[in-house]
């Protein structure tokens, strides 16, 4: 059994540049949620993806966007970087459109300067 | 609306001592409560779930966690630490509205 995956590891951007980060769900998952974690913070809910739409946001801007694949891996896009939105980057996947189990990928260090 | 509190931000302890590490959560709706761990540079693993049934869950490495819901607190406790039990840890409440809220975590500092 795979186990989420993320991609990549570490990312440097400049401020307005745009990113696209990656997750692969575990076997036999088909539900992806996106959480930012600052430094020092617990992880904050940015949005769930359940069969390739849309299933609940938290308190992001809609520069802050997502796809998922027909696959259920998904991506995270967010545009018009701002330097607070340098944080650690974790995709979790689980089975159907609740949060009873989420698994967590191993997050992308994103660093806007 | 939920929320998660951890009320100690660092916790440091001898090796083989006993711990205890505090969660009390707010819903108003029936909860599903987690506790993650984070080892540095990691990502979150989950460490132990109450969705229902019995309120003393149990971790396959020696934690443990009570669900009492007229203190709505779900602390976390391991009668013997190591030195490998060192990492952040993060309480988590979910319910049927999707997503995970989480706590500020509580990094625990194990010394020989």
């Known amino acids: 059994e795979t186990g989420v995956t993320q991609s990549p590891t570490h990312l440097i951007k400049t401020r307005g540049q745009q990113v696209t980060l990656r997750c692969s769900s575990q076997s036999g998952h088909n539900t992806v949620s996106w959480y930012q974690q600052a430094l020092g913070q617990g992880p904050q809910f940015i949005f769930q993806y359940y069969r390739e739409e849309e299933n609940g946001r938290g308190n992001f801007p809609p520069r802050f966007s997502g796809l998922q694949f027909p696959n259920y891996s998904s991506e995270l896009n967010v545009n018009a970087l701002e330097l607070d939105d340098s944080a650690l980057y974790l995709c979790?996947?689980?089975?159907?459109?609740?949060?009873?189990?989420?698994?967590f990928g191993p997050g992308t260090r994103l660093t806007v300067t | 609306a939920q929320s998660v509190t951890q009320l100690d931000s660092q916790v440091p302890v001898f090796e083989e001592a006993p711990v205890e590490l505090r969660c009390n959560y707010s819903?108003?709706?029936?909860?599903?409560l987690f506790w993650y761990v984070q080892y540095p540079n990691q990502g979150l693993q989950l460490l132990l779930k109450y969705l229902s049934g019995s309120t003393l869950v149990e971790s396959i490495n020696g934690f443990e966690a009570e669900f009492n819901k007229s203190q709505t607190s779900f602390h976390l406790r391991k009668p013997s630490v190591h030195i490998s039990d060192t990492a952040e840890y993060f309480c988590a409440v979910g319910g049927s509205n999707y997503k995970l809220t989480f706590g500020k975590g509580t990094l625990l500092t194990v010394n020989p």
């Open positions: 979790a996947s689980s089975s159907g459109s609740g949060s009873y189990e989420q698994y």
């Open positions: 819903s108003s709706v029936s909860v599903y």
